[in-house]
């Protein structure tokens, strides 16, 4: 009965998780929890980017200062991970991103391996009191620039389809992660150089999937990454 119910629990986060590129990793189909909070944003004319140019999809995005801060706190984004078929967004994030990861039978990584895209490095995950920030999962538009960049406008099921949308999560190193804070383009980029292409070209389908606007200093420091990889495609 116990091995059974392990086969069931990966065939789950196999249907959840189609695609694993660690390199460069690709979207998950989401749930029809995800797509039931997401179904709102749809609604409200915000749609998934098309592929493409991600220079050119940069000019489509609206650029002015930021918003204040205020209100803001991480509960304007949900009460924390959200349950997607019996298993929460972080340990489904996690088995995207890590090769050779086991699941325990209430749906945790318990280890794996992560190819770094922040660092480059290779990094053993051993679930654990002290381990498990090792590998942290980043917003790649940190939660408090959205605020900052039209979050505050969203409805809050549209917050937490953002906080909970696969195109904007990425299981990377904890100390990178923490080192990100809520920084932008313009004031943090990946220590590893060849994945800052893909990384804001993420960022660019994230603001444009959820109307959210960037700064001129965030837009230049983007302008410039991608001057180095003007065919960079949006993620699909």
Known sequence: MRKRRVFIILFALSALVAWVVVSEPKDVT?????AGAA???????????????ALAALDTIVIKGRAPK???????????????GGCDTRNIILHRDL???IVSEDCKIMSG????PYTGKTITFVRGESTSALVQIDHVVALSNAWQTGAQQLSPNQRVALANDPLELLAVDGAAN????????????PPNKPFRCQY???????KIKYQLWM???????VQTVLSRCPDQALPA
């Open 178 to 189: 923490q080192q990100k804070s809520d920084g932008d383009a313009a004031t943090w980029l």
């Open 113 to 116: 391996t992560l190819n770094d």
């Open 39 to 53: 179904s709102e944003v749809t609604g409200a004319g915000v749609e998934a980017p098309v592929a493409g140019s």
């Open 30 to 34: 989401p749930s029809i929890e995800i």
């Open 70 to 84: 205020t209100d803001y706190k991480r509960t304007q984004f949900g009460d924390g991970w959200q349950l997607v």
């Open 200 to 206: 804001v070209a993420r960022q660019i389908a994230v």
């Open 99 to 101: 090769t050779d990861s």
């Open 215 to 221: 700064t001129p200093a965030e837009k230049q420091a």
